[in-house]
Structure formats: C-alpha cells, structure tokens
C-alpha cells in the first residue's frame, strides 16, 4: 500500500495502542506474569510510532508523542516507583532505589526503542533533549530530588557502622552511589555535591573523635599502627564502592585528622616519639614514621630535623669520649700514640655507615634525610680531637691503613672499603685543602722511607680523591707516586750500570730518588760537606738518599741502612777512630741542633738492640721494668732519654717485633 493509500492514525487511537505495551512492559518490571515481548509485538509499536508521525499536518502527532513519553514515566514514578520509596527506611529504601533505579533504566531502554524514530528525526531538526535524556531526567527530578539526603544519610551511616568493624554490604552501597553518578549523565556533580562532601566531612568528625582518644592512650608507634592501617582500609573502601575519584580527597582528610593535627605531638611523645625510635634502632617504626608523614605537607620537615639533632649529637658524644680518653692518657702519662684518635675516626665511619643506611631504607634515599645527615656530619666532623683537626686526623686514619705495619690490620677488600668511606667523610670537612697538605706529607713518608703497605691502595684512594674533590686537589699527589716509579726504573738502570763498570763503585750502595720539585713537600736544605767516597756521585738533583754503608766490625760485617745525614757522619769514622762533638759539627758544616738531633738518632738504634735484647731473654715484661733495664744497659755508653725509649718501643711495635698485651696496654710481649 503506497503512502496515499495509507488509512492516517488518529492520535488517541494510536495513543491507546501504545499505551497496551506500555503497559505490558510496566507489569514486566513490576514482576507480574506477562509473555515477554515477540518481535513482532516490538515491530508493531515501532512501526505505529512510525506512522504517526509521518502523516501529512495536522496528522503529524511527533510533537505530542514526544511528550507523552516523558508522561509516561511521569505517571509511573508518581503512581508506583515513588509510594514504594516511601514507605521503606535506611538500608531498605536503598535496596528498592537500586531495583527501582535498575527498572527504570530498563524501561527508558525500551521505550526508547519503541520511539525510536523521534529520535532520528524529530528531536535532531528541534535541537531537543534525546529520548534516553529525557527518560533519566524524570527520574532525576522526581525521585532523585526527593531522596537524595535520605539516600546519603544512609550509606554515610552504613559506612561509620563498617569503620566499627560490622559487616555491610558493600555491593548495595555500590550500587547505590553508582546512581549518583549515572544521575550526572557525565557530570560528577550530584556524586560530589550531594554525597562525597557530606561523606568527607563525616569522615574527617570521625577521625577527629578516634585520634583524640589514641593521641592520649597510644604509644607513636602504635598510633601510628593505627593510622597506617585507618588508611589502607580507607583506600580499600574507594576499590569497593566509592568513586575512584574520592581516594585523594578521602586520605587527605584522615591524613589530616591523624596526622597533621597530632603530628608535632606525636613526633615528640617523650618514650616513644621521633628521638626515641632513633635511640633505639627502631628501623620498622622510622620506616613507617617516613611513610606517613611523607603524604602530609611539609610532614617530612619536622622529623629530618630532629634526625639531624640526633646525629649531632651521637657525633658530639663521639667527640667527648674521644677528648676525655686523651686527657686521661695525658693523665695517666701514657704514650698511646694516636691511638684514642684512630678509634674515633673509625667510630665516626660506624655512625656514617648506620645512618647512611637509615637514609637509604627508613628514609626511601629523601634529599632531606640527605641533607640532615650531611649537616650533622658537618657539626660534629669539623670539631677535632685532642688539638688535632679533622683533616689531621683522617690524613693520619689513612696513613695507619696505607702504612706497613699499621695499626689497622684488614684484608685487601676492607681496605679499599673503608677508603672509600674516609673519602665520604672528607666531604664533610670544611678545610680539604688542609687534609691534602697533611696527606701528603704523610704520603711523602711513605713513599720515600719504602712504608707504602700496596701500591694499588695507593692509587686506588687516589682515584677515589679525584671523584670527591677533582684533579685539581689530587694532581701532585699523583706526581708523587709517578716519581717513585720512575724512581724505582731508575735506581734499576744505575744498579745495571755499575754493575757493568766496576770502577765507579766506592764501596757503599747508593739509592737516589730524583724527585719532581713542585710535587713534593718542601723540605730544610743543608750545605752538608759529604764525604769523599760520595762526592764521586754526581746527580742533577736529589732530596732523599739512603745509604748502605759497610763498616769492618770483626768478626763479621754488618749491614746497616742509614739516612744521608746518618751515612756522612759514619763515614767520618772511617778515617779516625775518635772524633769530638765539635769536630764533627765543623767537619760536616751543620749547626749546633742539627748534630745534637743526629747523633740522636744514631743512638736509637742502640736503644732498639737494647730494648729487643731485653725482650728476647724477658719474653714479657711491664712498660717501668723495660725502661729501667734499656737505661741500665746503655748507661756505660750514653744517657738515654726516657722520651726516646718510649718512642723506640712504639716503633717496634709497629715493625711487629713487640706487641702491647690485650687486656693491659703497659705489659709488652716480644714477637719471635
């Protein structure tokens, strides 16, 4: 039949037919027994709609089927959706919302599609709301309106009753605030407005009342058990139910609640607060501390500067005990040389590694805790000890690693670990320039005087000097260590040489280092005369020199290594067998001093044969005895200074021929 042909439908008995479906479907979500809908029955409506407004003015009904749509939700929710709210409360009336706002969408489907060409056409040329807008909108004004406060009132107080620890539903309430959104039709804002901000503020009063009982009752760390644990079950009920979008807003409340409020409180509880955790070693605690207080603005201040407090101050203890135990010894007059200081720097390395490690763990690597950490160690690392300053001392910490025989006795590894630790505090020390000028005279030392344990160690701190402080502040003391290589070649090729022209060897061995000038310490020149058989030798320049002279001592010939100084004036006896005070002064053109610290030092070695003489026959002996002894054997020669004796005794100690006893420092032991 052609469009002419067609028998027009007039609007109410169009109408009539569409409401028998309405209907039908009405009693399908009411749950009553109604065949469900065939497609032919769909077709039909959908074709009746169709013809209705197609028909030519007036019998174009799409304007009034337009609005009878929206009225037959209207009537819907007026005769049966909104009683049935009514008359139910709390946990109830959110279950029937749920299936009245479950039907309604069903209903909106269907209906949608029954008008379906409204929608194509009708509503597209008008610019009107489309068929699905129009259905939730009725929903929204007529029931949602209406509710919306009874309906937040009553997962707000399902909430609290979970927080108490009752079971609830938690898909209800989902299902519930899923509403709140869906009612925006992409918008939030019924969720934000007419839930989320009454849900916060109910949050935060909650939180209020149970921080200001555990504040009172709870240690710090078991608030903060608490409140860590507040927090991951509050992150756990946005995963349930609430909208993804609440999580930063809902934690920022309780981490206001719990936290900001009470921080300075609970930082500070005196037997369990921040200083506390800190005394105690409670990693677990200052872990968690970190955790929380990081979430809150400027949370982290506080807590970095009370552990810079207490750095200082385990720094500062380690300080005293170090001036009071050098006083004691100054006391007492006991000669530990340097020893109270090397246990203090290895005490500050102790304190540098465990709260490097609080950093690094407790504190997630915080450039605060950094920071903290760095000024502390500032504090306390440029006080010096017993009238040496820091650089001395940790110049003289490595010296005692790096020397053979020094008191640090540690396998390859630890050395170049506990270098490396050195290097970090040196970071720390205001003066650096100082602690070059130390290390490398004491670097000089070593090297000139064949003291340097490894030479790998050697470059390998050097290296690790660079990293810290640049090639500026390492470059001489590099040029150093490249001088007594060249050194080493050198005294290689002139052993060949003589070797190969027998005629030029006086009969003493020579050891030149040539060394670069401006690489070195300076050191006091002397216009010294030297003796004939070394004048022989001509160098271009040379700063120290150790001889290996032979003297006849019957009945058989003794080697003896002595310095240029020590070697001029030995061989003066070469040609007399007596030779006065003055004259050897006069013969070696040196001044008053300068012979009394020479012969000095000759004497020491008498005092070292004397004191390891006593050992080897004693075994064991106390620090008075041995003095009294080596005094009493040398008096037929000299007078020896007690100072002396005391330094030769710590000397051998050192050269590993005596040991101090553990449990008494003043009993000496000789080493076989």
């Known amino acids: 039949m052609t469009m002419n042909e067609r028998k027009t439908i007039d609007l109410e008995q169009g109408w009539e037919f569409m409401q028998k479906g309405i209907t039908k479907l009405k009693n399908i979500l009411e749950g009553l027994p109604e065949p469900q809908f065939s497609s032919e029955d769909y077709m039909m409506l959908y074709t009746t709609i169709y013809n209705m407004c197609t028909q030519k003015p007036p019998h174009d009904y799409s304007q009034q089927l337009y609005d009878k749509y929206r009225e037959s939700f209207e009537e819907y929710i007026t005769s049966t959706v909104l009683p049935s709210l009514r008359e139910k409360h709390d946990e109830f009336m959110l279950r029937e919302l749920v299936k009245r706002w479950a039907n309604h969408k069903i209903m909106v489907r269907w209906l949608s599609r029954f ?17 699905n807008e129009v259905g939730l909108t009725c929903f929204r004004d007529l029931v949602y309106q209406e509710l919306n406060a009874k309906v937040r009132d009553a997962v707000i ?18 299902n519930v605030l899923d509403i709140f959104v869906e ?15 009454a849900m916060l503020k109910d949050t935060a009063a909650y939180y209020s009342r149970k921080a200001s009982n555990w504040i009172l009752e709870d240690s710090c760390p078991d608030y903060m058990l608490k409140a860590e644990e507040c927090l991951r079950r509050e992150k756990e009920r946005v995963s349930h139910y609430l909208h993804s979008s609440s999580e930063p807003k809902l934690l920022e409340k309780v981490q206001n609640e719990l936290l900001s409020v009470y921080a300075t409180q609970l930082l500070e509880k005196e037997h369990s607060g921040c200083h506390a955790l800190l005394r ?22 506080p807590v970095s500067s009370i552990f810079k407090q207490h750095v200082t101050a385990e720094g ?15 006391a007492e007059k006991k000669d530990v040389v340097g020893l109270q200081e090397q246990v203090f720097v290895r005490k500050v390395i102790e304190l540098h590694d465990k709260y490097l490690a609080y950093v690094n763990d407790c504190f997630q690597n915080h450039s605060l805790f950094h920071k903290a950490l760095k000024e502390a160690f500032e504090v306390f690392c440029n006080k010096g000890v017993a009238g040496s300053t820091s650089a001395e001392l940790l110049a003289t910490f490595c010296d005692n690693i790096l020397k053979k025989g020094g008191s640090e006795k540690l396998s390859d590894e630890a050395i170049e670990e506990t270098l490396e630790k050195v290097v970090k505090l040196l970071a720390y020390i205001s003066d650096k320039d100082l602690f070059a000028e130390f290390y490398r005279k004491k670097l000089a030392r070593r090297l000139l005087f064949d003291k340097s344990a490894n030479d790998d160690h050697e470059r390998c701190i050097l290296t690790k000097l660079k990293q810290q402080c640049g090639g500026q ?11 007594l290589t060249l050194a080493k070649e050198n005294q290689t090729s002139f052993e060949e040489y003589l070797s190969t022209n027998p005629h030029a060897n006086p009969g003493i061995d020579l050891t030149v280092t040539v060394l670069t000038t401006g690489f070195w310490p300076s050191y006091k020149s002397f216009d010294l005369n030297l003796p004939a058989e070394m004048v022989n030798f001509n160098f271009s320049y040379f700063l120290v020199i150790s001889f290996l002279p032979f003297g006849k001592f019957e009945p058989k010939t003794m080697e003896l290594i002595v310095t240029t100084y020590q070697a001029s004036a030995l061989l003066l006896f070469n040609s007399s067998d007596r030779l006065s005070y003055s004259e050897i002064m006069t013969q070696l053109n040196l001044s008053d001093d300068d012979v009394v610290r020479l012969l000095h030092s000759l004497s020491r070695y008498a005092i070292d044969a004397s004191i390891v003489r006593i050992m ?3 075994k064991v002996l106390g620090h008075q005895q041995l003095v009294m002894e080596c005094v009493e054997q040398l008096g037929r020669m000299f007078k020896p200074d007690f100072k002396a004796i005391k330094k030769r005794i710590e000397d051998l100690i050192t050269r590993d021929y005596l040991e101090r006893d553990k449990d008494n420092p003043n009993m000496f032991r000789y080493l076989a």
């Not at 105690?280 to 201040?301: A, C, H, P, Q, Y």
């Open 473 to 483: 502040f390492t470059s001489k003391m590099e040029g150093m260590v490249t001088d």
């Open 183 to 197: 009612i925006g039709m992409g918008q939030m804002d019924q969720y934000e407005n007419d839930f989320e901000a």
């Open 316 to 330: 500062m203890t380690l300080v005293k005990q170090a001036e009071d135990a050098a006083s004691n010894k100054k």
């Open 115 to 131: 008008f379906y060409y409204l929608d194509r056409y009708f509503i597209a040329r008008r610019s009107l709301p489309p068929l």
């Open 280 to 301: 105690d070693d409670k990693v677990e605690d200052l872990s968690r501390m970190f955790r929380l207080f990081s979430k809150i603005t400027k949370g982290l201040d």
């Open 616 to 618: 080897k026959s004693r």
């Open 157 to 174: 107080s399902l909430i609290d009753q979970e927080r108490e620890g009752e079971q609830i539903d938690r898909a209800l309430l989902k």
